[in-house]
């Protein structure tokens, strides 16, 4: 599976911004989708999630209200819609996917294939 991230950009304090990451290749192995963000010199850090056929979808406590996860299956995308940004959302966003089987959501290592990333910046 190969994912191709976009949509990133410069936004002040309070914009919105939408990711998409299109999913290539044996597309029908996807179990879960999920974004991830890494800002300079911190772990990467889980921001959505979700099941690509049943729908089910998490978010942590620090996107959750701001950040919306959806897909389009026939198109093999999701999105990421961010709304009202804050300067610490700022980093590397990356789309990522599991195959065959859901594991914890929230663990960059249990992804199997990555986007190659996409630069938000939010300006305060």
């Known amino acids: 599976v190969q994912l191709q991230a976009s949509g990133g950009g410069l936004v002040q304090a309070g914009g919105s911004l939408r990711l998409s990451c299109e999913a290539s290749g044996r597309t029908s192995v996807i179990a879960v989708m999920g974004w991830f963000r890494q800002a300079p010199g911190k772990e990467r850090e889980f921001v959505a999630g979700?099941?690509?056929?049943?729908?089910?979808?998490w978010y942590p406590d620090s996107v959750k209200g701001r950040f919306t996860i959806s897909r389009d299956n026939a198109k093999d995308t999701v999105y990421l819609q961010m709304n009202n940004l804050k300067p610490e959302d700022t980093g590397v966003y990356y789309c990522?996917?599991?195959?065959?089987?859901?594991?914890?959501?929230?663990?960059?290592?249990?992804?199997?294939?990555w986007g190659q990333g996409t630069q938000v910046t939010v300006s305060s």
């Open positions: 990522a996917t599991q195959v065959g089987r859901s594991a914890d959501w929230r663990v960059p290592g249990y992804y199997d294939f």
């Open positions: 979700i099941l690509w056929k049943e729908g089910t979808i």
